[in-house]
């Protein structure tokens, strides 16, 4: 089983500022790596796809790079609404796992 | 509109079994690899089962082997997870969810539903 290892665990920053989040894997997955975003209450949505594609409707201040092991989830600048849980997850064999989850917060 | 809308959760003793219904809509669903994905109160996600869409290909999280059981109806548009011998660690919100943007047999997940929430407890 792959492990994923996200950090920092909580993030503080303020709106306008640039996010920079990590997950590491435990063995190389390729290029196989998403991110989502979760809000309380609501269900994670899709924000990247194999390291570095856009899902449909996200907005260009969110992006990500890597491959291999190392991998970023990068925010531009940060919107309001982007205070949120953030999950990175592997698809490159079974089972499929999550990272633990990177909260960033308002400071 | 494209929408995943779960259903079938509820308050359960250990031991005893659920069923899960998933409906899809405004996609064409016998396209897609739906999965199960949980998420225990406070905690993150966790990856529970997924099914090709012709049901050719099923795979389970080591945690729920032997015990669930994923399925769909292309016919009716509807996943389903049959949840039997529950226990505590099975408490959660299960989402379904869709593979989109294949290019392979794992997907990453584009469309969640809203979740349903399943508690084990005597």
């Known amino acids: 089983e792959i492990v994923l290892t996200q950090s920092p665990a909580t993030l503080s920053l303020s709106p306008g500022e640039r996010a920079t989040l990590s997950c590491r894997a435990s063995q190389s997955v390729s290029s196989y790596l998403a991110w989502y975003q979760q809000k309380p209450g609501q269900a994670p949505r899709l924000l990247i796809y194999?390291?570095?594609n856009r899902a449909t409707g996200i907005p260009t201040r969110f992006s990500g790079s890597g491959s291999g092991t190392d991998f970023t989830l990068t925010i531009s600048s940060l919107e309001p609404e982007d205070f949120a849980v953030y999950y990175c997850q592997h698809r490159s064999n079974w089972p499929i796992t999550f990272g633990q989850g990177t909260r960033l917060e308002i400071k | 509109e494209v929408q995943l809308v779960e259903s079938g959760g509820g308050l359960v003793k250990p031991g005893g079994s659920l069923r899960l219904s998933c409906a899809a809509s405004?996609?064409?669903?016998?396209?897609?690899?739906m999965s199960w994905v949980r998420q225990a109160p406070g905690k993150g996600l966790e990856w529970v089962s997924s099914t090709s869409s012709s049901s050719s290909y099923i795979y389970y999280a080591d945690s729920v082997k032997g015990r669930f059981t994923i399925s769909r109806d292309n016919a009716k548009n509807s996943l389903y997870l049959q949840m039997n011998s529950l226990r505590a660690e099975d408490t959660a919100v299960y989402y379904c969810a869709r593979g989109g943007y294949c290019t392979g047999t794992i997907c990453p997940m584009d469309v969640w539903g809203q979740g349903t929430t399943v508690t084990v407890s005597s």
């Open positions: 405004g996609f064409t669903f016998s396209n897609y690899i």
């Open positions: 194999d390291a570095s």
